[in-house]
């Protein structure tokens, strides 16, 4: 099978690596010379692509790009692969997009010819180098069908059913979890007003019901104000926008979530967004 990889930064690198790895002969497509040479390198069949229309000799084509408008781009657009890709092919979407783009997606998918499958990605690019990365797929299910012995070089297959439940799982992940991180920047805020460290706060917290993923990974950045970009606050702004977003076309009010969007778009518009996610504690 020959395969097209459009994205290949921290999420969609690790990804294509691994195909590389596994000896299938890929098409490598991304803005960055930087990032095409560190993913070509992992191997002797990957193959530098100079635009989206070198895709069209590729019987599947993978997208990892960081905004649904990148990857309505990269298909839609009268130059792209869409229009490049031969009836029979095979569209896996793997970027963090709300169902509506992932539909509009697969009708022009299939006026194209071409089967569309949502694969969304559901934990960190260090998972998807090792292929422990979880996959959240959905969509055509002959297509699906097709790759069954593909997805698992790359992460650990979940078959959730439709596009919009693999779109959903993702999205309600992150609202969640950075609800959760709203929550327990509040909680250290309302600490420090008690006289208490935010690390003697955290280590109390640990034995009780407060304690959370956020808690335990970001705690002690937050403790010691540590705000490198490991999942940058304006892709979190993004993913809870689109999230909330996706709860108000189903015709749902997520209003914690809601309040917690408020929040990161205020830490964003305060230029924060570059970094952490755990830069929120700045809007608190």
Partial sequence: MIIGFIGVGAMGGPLARNLIRAGKTVHVYNRSPERVERTLAAGTTGVRAASFRDMAGCETVFTCLALPEHVREAALDPKGFYAALR????????????????????????????AYVQCTLGKTPAHAERAEEPLFIGGDEAAIERLRDLFPLIGVPNYVGGIDAACAVKLISNLIGMTNLAVLAEGLRLGEKAGLERTTLLHLLADTGARSFQMDVRGPWLAEDDYA??????????????????????????????????????????????EDCAAVFKAV
Avoid at 100 to 106: D, G, K, V, W
Avoid at 257 to 272: D, I, K, N, P, V
């Fill in 229 to 274: 970009p490991r999942f940058a606050l304006d892709l979190a702004l993004k993913d809870v926008r689109l999230g909330c977003a996706m709860a108000e076309g189903w015709g749902l009010s997520p209003r914690l979530m809601e309040t917690a969007l408020g929040l990161y778009r205020q830490a964003s518009e305060a230029g924060h967004g570059g």
């Fill in 87 to 114: 009836p029979g092919s095979i569209h896996v979407e793997l970027s963090t997009i709300d169902p509506a783009t992932a539909h509009e997606l697969a009708e022009e998918a299939q006026r194209h010819g071409v």
